[in-house]
């Protein structure tokens, strides 16, 4: 029985995302004709139209809520969005510490064959041998050296030493810690 249970149930749940289907899919329709219509009509009938105010005279502290409507074009709202960043400083000045904020895809800065010490397979290993053979011959090629003349060490005084006070700490008695015990009450 919970077979034939479960089958109607899914075809309660289809049937119901079917119209809900609908239902968006009209919806979506009546908005790309509204906007169809809109795209044919210049941005001053536009904003007339919505009541809305010119994005680009837009002040610090007005609402921009307006440009969000599904009905207003792109173009529109882009344009209200690009002001009030401009006008806000808490938007306007980035900070810096934007993940991925620069752009590392500019094949200006790519420079052609960059000569490198890195092969292949094997790394850094070439110019590394060549750091120690350097390190090693002037060890092999080094003459004695005659040795300097000492030179006399600094002395500096010492400050006098600091006295710390030592302060006593009570002696804990050695007894046996008391029991703890859980104490339960019933009301009733």
Request: aromatic share 6%; with cysteine.
């Amino acid at each position: 029985m919970t077979e034939f249970r479960d089958f109607w149930s899914r075809r309660k749940a289809a049937v119901q995302a079917e119209a809900e289907a609908e239902v968006i899919a009209v919806e979506e329709q009546a908005v790309a004709e509204q906007r169809a219509e809109l795209e044919e009509k210049s941005d001053a009938e536009i904003l007339a139209e919505f009541n809305l105010p010119d994005p680009d005279q837009l002040r610090a502290g007005d609402d921009v809520s307006g440009f969000m409507a599904k009905a207003v074009p792109d173009r529109l709202r882009r344009r209200a969005l690009r002001r009030l960043w401009r006008l806000n400083p808490v938007l306007a000045n980035v900070d810096g510490l934007v993940d991925y904020g620069e752009d590392y895809t500019d094949a200006n800065c790519v420079i052609e064959n960059i000569p490198t010490a890195y092969q292949v397979g094997k790394g850094m290993l070439a110019h590394v041998e060549a750091l120690a053979a350097d390190q090693e011959e002037p060890e092999k090629n080094s003459e004695p050296e005659t040795p300097e003349p000492e030179v006399e060490p600094e002395v500096r005084e010492e400050p006098a030493p600091v006295q710390i006070a030592e302060v006593e700490e009570p002696e804990e008695e050695d007894s046996p810690p008391t029991p703890r015990r859980m104490k339960f009450e019933f009301e009733g």
